[in-house]
């Protein structure tokens, strides 16, 4: 009696335990919201990305449709090269556009992707040949200071 | 001169007993590795441990959870308010729980709660000659007695610091949102968009499944190693918890910045 009694409550510790750990993972974590199981990968080349990370998230029209898997520096053409993963379910044309926006003023930077017009879909392995750089605020601010300096003159 | 060599004998004697000591626990550890044949075998003998160790520290496990998140969501609020960010509340409370707190406040409380115990049973066993006694009968202590208790510390630490994780997130809800007020969706919506599975839970139980190992490994060597006289057990106890904490904190940096960095 006492044996099952014993066991009964080691049940239900171990019981809380898993619902606690479920609970964790689907209510707190992002287990269920963005399960990107199968992906193509993309690369595209930037002049500059800014503060752009690895696992960054890649979104078009606002909805995450896939994440930043890795970026390199081309040592021949002296550029970045971002590796892209895209969600199997989302098609892309050819010509689509790749931009590095930075969410709200201190936010982290995310590949924004716009689609173009082309009957083709990017395939795996692909590049995007349109891209548009990270705004680095200290070249904004110079630009904005030498074109002030030469209008006063 | 004679005082000279006096003091770095000191200093010596303290560095190789120490020494000593973590060799004997290593030592231990590969013994009960060796031995935990039967704590499988006879299931039983895991599972009353693990009533002591686990289900017994439940209660305090989640009390202190509850008051924790609940603190937490009242700092983080009087905090974030100042940036007009109080939404981010639930990040804060899933972040500070799921990846630091749940797992070394659960692993401080262990030690407190159930690594005492371990330590005073054992050297009370030992000092009453209760081991020696099972040798004497060909039993093997060590698979009898200690492996039991250290799988059972393994096992319960991961399930206490969930628990200890979740519960924390609950006082932290009920701070925020049915007390303070903090709209309920994006306290949740928030905290699911910056709370990576792989990332912060994984780890997080990564890190407590390490402080049970060695929280219980700690509680076994004190006992074992205790004098057998009253006021040795009751220094080797003393010593459990001094030890364990300080183990589990400097453990804490050591994963942390491993699984930062990586």
Known sequence: MDKIKLDAWVGIFVAIGVISLLGLAMKVGNLTSNDIRETYSVIAHFENIGGLKPRAPIKAA???VGRVKSIVFDTKAYHAVVKIDIDKRYAFPKDTFANIYTAGLLGEQYVGLEAGGDMNNLAEGDRITQTQDAVVLEK???Q???SKASEEE | MKILINFFEKVGYSITSRINRLGMATRLFFLIIISSGESFRRFHLTMKEIYFTGVMSLVIIIVSAFFVGMVLGLQGYYTLQKYGSSEAIGVLV???LVRELGPVVTAL???GRAGTAITAEIGLMKATEQLSAMEMMAVNPVGRIIAPRFWAGVI???ILASIFSMVGILGGYVVAVIVIGVDEGAFWSQMQANVDFRYDIVNGVIKSLVFGVACTIIAL????????TA???SRATTRTVVTSSLVILGLDFILTSFMLGG
């Open chain 1, 62 to 64: 606002g909805v995450v």
């Open chain 1, 140 to 142: 904004l601010i110079s």
């Open chain 1, 144 to 146: 904005f200071l030498y």
């Open chain 2, 94 to 96: 899933a972040l500070a």
């Open chain 2, 109 to 111: 409380l262990f030690a």
């Open chain 2, 156 to 158: 319960a630490m991961p």
């Open chain 2, 221 to 228: 060597f004190e006992g074992f190693d205790a004098p057998p």
């Open chain 2, 231 to 233: 006021e040795g057990v």
